[in-house]
């Protein structure tokens, strides 16, 4: 099985910077796209940024210039950078991997959700 495990949410004012960590592990073989998601209150989950295992990116337009996506393949691990964050980027940001376990084919994983918080 693969698990996803998210940390660096929290509360932080209007302008401020929040990194998101999301550590694989489990019986992995190969990792493909790494990304992020994000739920509000009320909404459907919606794409924030998604990165290849080749580090090809794609950004939501409401975040181009202010988040970074970025990976480090031999910790499975992938990264948000949030800069200049305003109170409508406030929500529950999900991992999401597509992820061959060993002895099994490609599949979609969950982390199980980190809540961000922006105060105006």
């Known amino acids: 099985q693969v698990q996803l495990v998210e940390s660096g949410g929290g509360l932080v004012q209007a302008g401020g910077s929040l990194r998101l960590s999301c550590a694989a592990s489990?019986?992995?073989?190969?990792?493909?796209?790494m990304g992020w998601y994000l739920q509000a209150p009320g909404k459907q989950r919606e794409l924030v940024a998604r990165?290849?295992?080749?580090?090809?990116?794609d950004y939501a337009d409401s975040v181009k210039g202010r988040f970074n996506i970025s990976r480090d393949n031999a910790k499975n691990t992938v990264y948000l950078q949030m800069n200049s964050l305003k109170p409508e980027d406030t929500a529950v940001y999900y991992c999401?991997?597509?992820?061959?376990?060993?002895?099994?084919?490609?599949?979609?994983?969950w982390g199980q959700g980190t809540q961000v918080t922006i105060s105006s």
């Open positions: 999401n991997a597509y992820v061959r376990a060993r002895m099994r084919p490609f599949n979609t994983y």
């Open positions: 990165i290849s295992s080749g580090g090809r990116t």
């Open positions: 489990g019986s992995i073989f190969i990792i493909d796209t």
